[in-house]
């Protein structure tokens, strides 16, 4: 099968490697911006032509694009002119649009995992072709969980493509009953509330874990501090004042929230990575 891959980041290198592997011919990539020399060179190594985005692929009379963290929208009289294929991070209908994976780890998904669907004029909407879920463990952050959906991609997408071209996949409906929504996220909207439940704040921290992204924050003495890791410690709910410091065990740092206490590990505080206890040093010190 000749297809045109769209997208960036290692998820769309595995992407087209996974297809390459399996025998099928990748004709073009982009998208392409100039002076990105690392998509030139992946270019070459595959005998593949580079475009600028999915419309330069229509010209070129492309008839197969798969799409893979490739942002902009297909326009309704684009799809009459080709077949278009998304990878979505997300186990569809749950969490549509940007982010999923993020937004599936903040509200404490017990699996995740990655969606190939046509493309249809919803965002995310289209007939399901193939998804594969993965357990989300306790040590998992985001940067765990996106290395493990990358190696499934691999391995898998290559023999899906070939299976949906022998006539062996028939495409799913979604059910829009199911359907969840959400929205791009920017770091400003890592902000951690102290006055969450500390399982909410935990996943928070793991979803935005450093470096994958900018990571869950909060104010000390003014300044702000980013949670590079926590550890949910469960134990009796009881109410008193929320983000303040209770306890330091070990380097540790247990931080009062809605609920309960959250254990604090790692911090990031004015560009190094410490131990949360040599930030965080007196009981008492409040944070928000």
């Known amino acids: 099968m000749d297809l045109a891959v769209l997208g960036d980041g290692f998820e769309f290198e595995k992407t ?19 002076g990105d020399e690392n998509k030139q060179d992946f270019a070459r190594r595959i005998g593949a032509e580079i475009v600028t985005d999915h419309s330069s692929l229509l010209v070129c009379g492309c008839k197969d694009i798969l799409m893979i963290s490739y942002p902009k ?3 309704r009289h684009e799809l009459d002119s080709a077949n278009f294929y998304n990878i979505h991070c997300a186990l569809l ?10 937004w599936a780890i903040i509200n404490g998904e017990n699996e995740v995992g990655y969606t190939l669907h046509l493309v249809d004029e919803g965002v995310d909407s289209g007939d399901i072709l193939h998804q594969s879920a ?9 940067g765990t969980l996106k290395n493990k959906i990358n190696q499934r991609i691999f391995n898998e997408i290559g023999p899906v493509f070939t299976a949906y071209e022998q006539g062996a ?17 920017r770091p400003e909207d890592g902000k951690i509330d102290w006055n969450w ?8 921290v793991r979803a935005l874990t450093p470096p994958e992204l900018p990571g869950a924050f909060t104010y000390c003495r003014g300044e702000k501090l980013v949670i590079q890791k926590a550890h949910y410690v469960g134990g009796p709910e009881y109410f008193a004042g929320t983000g303040k410091v209770m306890e330091i ?10 609920d309960g206490l959250l254990e ?13 206890g040599e930030v965080l040093s007196t009981i008492g010190l409040q944070l928000g």
Do not use: M
């Open 16 to 34: 087209v490697e996974s297809l390459t592997a399996s025998g099928h011919k990748v004709t073009y990539i982009g998208p392409f911006l100039e």
């Open 73 to 75: 929208l297909i326009q």
């Open 93 to 102: 209908p749950r969490f549509r649009g940007f982010h999923g994976l993020i």
């Open 134 to 142: 993965l357990e989300v463990l306790e040590d998992d952050d985001i």
């Open 169 to 185: 996949i028939i495409p799913r409906v979604q059910d829009a009953k199911k359907a969840i929504i959400v929205s791009r996220r």
């Open 197 to 204: 439940p500390s399982r909410r704040i935990f996943n928070f």
């Open 249 to 258: 065990v070990e380097g540790n740092v247990l931080v009062k929230c809605g």
């Open 264 to 276: 604090l590990n790692g911090v990031v505080w004015r560009g190094e990575t410490l131990p949360a």
